[in-house]
């Protein structure tokens, strides 16, 4: 029997109100150490807590934010007085959401391709992350541009596991962000880009289709499409913008209320900056809305201040808040540079 579908519309709806993003707070626990390391941070579960306590208690951040997507580990953490992450984003009117793919292996029989694990036990998880409070989910699946991939196989394997994860989350009540990232890492042009991620776009919608998944419940977190970063002709924002918006109007159907770019490891400005030159040319004929669902894009200055120091969580706060408030300018298409030179603990 089909669920009430009408909360998981209510529920998209309400994550991409009001020109607002999502913050990708879900690195596992092997990511989120290895972005420690990089800056001399203990790689502990306490620090891991602390790092997401900073993150979850930044005062103002629901002004530029609809919904955090949380971790296992930290969706039960809480802070050092006791609350519980999830009911702080609660409180603030954020809406907390779950990564719950178990991540990527490689593809037998497919060198360099990898398939994404976590379907096995995943109904049991669902019903088991609704009850701590979730209301929508995550599952990535990535696809490398190479001299012969990604192969159709894998863009196939990859689009029918997202559908059945899909279809999951929506019997549960928690709509699904599906996430298909074409990788940046390589040599390879933008029209390349364009032409693998039109194809994959294409193969996940036409999965969930199959799979019955009900499109106005689901949100779309695709990659932009960008030259790969060994590329000797590195196109501009406007270019960038156009490529990218060509592409999601080809295969993104006007029912999917939603599409909140990943930013992938792309230079944090970058991502702003090409966000907003998407709004400014094309904002008022749009069928979806189109936000940020960036992890590094938003996090990564502040990581780099807080550095394990509680000296420092102030100001790495701050950094949050403020590339919070520029991608949130950036949805409406006003973002400009001499955002990046005030001080950041204004309210935009
Ligand atoms: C935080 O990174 C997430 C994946 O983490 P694991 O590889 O550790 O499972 C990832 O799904 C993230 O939410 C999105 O890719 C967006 O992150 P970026 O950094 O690309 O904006």
Redesign the pocket.
Known sequence: MKTDQQPLVTTARQLMAGKKGIL?M???T??CNKRFKAQGIPETEEYRRKYRELLVTTHGLEEYINGA?LFDETIKQSTVAGDLFIDILVKKGIIPGI?VDA?TVSMAGFMGEKVTEGLDGLRERLAAYKKLGARFA?W?AVFSIGTNTPTVTCIKTNANVLAQYAALCQETGLVPFV?P?VLMDGGHSIEKCAEVTNQVLQAVFNALHRHRVNLEGIILKPNMVLPGIDHPIQNNNDEIARATIACLLNCVPASVPGIAF????QPTLLATERLNAMHRLFNASLPWALTF?????LQQPALEIWKGNDANINAAQQSLLHRAACNHAACMGSYTPEMEKVIPNLIY
């Open positions: 990708a879900d690195e596992s092997a990511t997507i990564k991540g995550k990535r996430e990232e990943l930013s992938g490891g669902s960036f992890s590094r894009a």
